[in-house]
């Protein structure tokens, strides 16, 4: 008997060092596919994603870019969504965290395959070009997947505070779990960075190559990506898909119009709520286990996280995940989980 799945994809930051080589190591059987996206880049005088791929050795302000990261993850990603077993599992939605929105777009047929890098790649080259404010993550629970009382208020009322203050923006770029991704000008992130305790040795923690996602800082962004990205792109999708909102897509229902606003307006300049999308994911659709896209692996935090937040199947902490035997959440990008998921 199936499995019933939630797919869900990553967003930028999920190539990394360890990642390096991974479309060479898991799909070789895509050729076709790789060699498509490869000509669409160097159409666009990029380099293709296979070099990327390839390279000897992993080079942050290469790989990291937005004209480069996009178009990497999203083959790795989209790949990884074709491997699924079928056999074994019925996908019955498709979500993701921020950029993963356009992987999701592409997995749940609302974008074909060339359509799809078509869109991440214009709409993170626009990014990369403008540049515009950057991010930072902060956050809310502490190591072992637990609230910390009052910590999300205290922190959204500081983030209000700066922003109030003269030259200086800062908000709420993604709900990301047990994790706040704050989207700013340097002066507001700056400030947040003085201001609050660092927690674990790391935060808050600067996010390099990134700019100021899912704010309003992003409009000249929205526009310009809204100018070169047409109407005809989209189609109506063949799964569910649960936005950055939490809201639902249904297949074969949707005004197309509406959805390419969404995608290339509120997605880009309005808080992308992942948490609400997963709660939404589990308490709507009721699936037996979410198979997380890679590459890279730590998006699986922040789906356990917003699970934990949903109180889905008596999830109360980081124990209670690990202790799920067999897992029910399943990470592409884990060696060990991977294969539970292939066909």
């Known amino acids: 008997m199936k499995q019933t799945a939630i797919v869900v994809a990553p967003g930028r930051g999920a190539y990394n060092r360890e990642e390096l080589g991974y479309l060479a190591r898991h799909h070789g059987d895509k050729t076709s596919l790789i060699e498509d996206y490869d000509a669409y880049r160097r159409a666009q005088g990029q380099t293709p994603i296979s070099d990327l791929d390839s390279a000897a050795r992993f080079s942050g302000a290469v790989h990291t870019r937005g004209d480069n990261a996009s178009a990497l993850i999203h083959a790795c990603a989209y790949s990884d969504f074709l491997s699924i077993d079928r056999d074994r599992f019925e996908i019955i939605g498709v979500t993701g965290n921020s950029m993963g929105w356009y992987i999701a777009l592409t997995c749940a047929g609302a974008l074909s395959p060339m359509n799809g890098l078509r869109v991440v790649n214009t709409m993170g080259t626009l990014m990369q070009e403008q540049m515009i404010g950057g ?63 660092r927690l674990q040795d790391r935060f808050p923690m600067r996010l390099p190559n990134h700019a100021g996602f899912h704010t309003a800082l992003q409009a000249p962004v929205a526009a310009l990506g809204q100018s070169k990205l047409g109407q005809s792109l989209f189609d109506q999708p ?26 290339l307006g509120h997605q880009v300049t309005e808080t992308y709520d992942f948490t609400a999308a997963i709660r939404t994911a589990a308490r709507e659709f009721m699936p037996d286990v979410f198979i997380i896209l890679g590459p890279g692996t730590t998006l699986g935090g922040a789906t356990a996280q917003s699970l934990i937040l949903s109180a889905w199947r008596g999830w109360t902490g980081k124990a209670s995940v690990q202790m799920s035997e067999p897992p029910l959440l399943l990470s592409m990008g884990r060696a060990d989980q991977r294969d539970r998921v292939l066909g």
């Open 135 to 197: 991010q930072l993550i902060y956050p809310f629970m502490d190591a072992n997947w637990q609230v910390i009382p009052g910590a999300r208020a205290n922190t959204l009322a500081k983030v209000a505070e700066i922003d109030a203050r003269a030259d200086h923006v800062l908000d709420l770029s993604i709900d990301l779990g047990g994790m706040l991704v704050l989207a700013g000008n340097s002066a507001g992130l700056t400030a947040f960075e003085a201001e609050m305790p």
């Open 238 to 263: 063949q799964l569910p898909l649960i936005d950055g909102r939490g809201a639902i897509w249904q297949p074969k229902s949707n005004e197309l119009t509406a959805l390419r606003d969404y995608t």
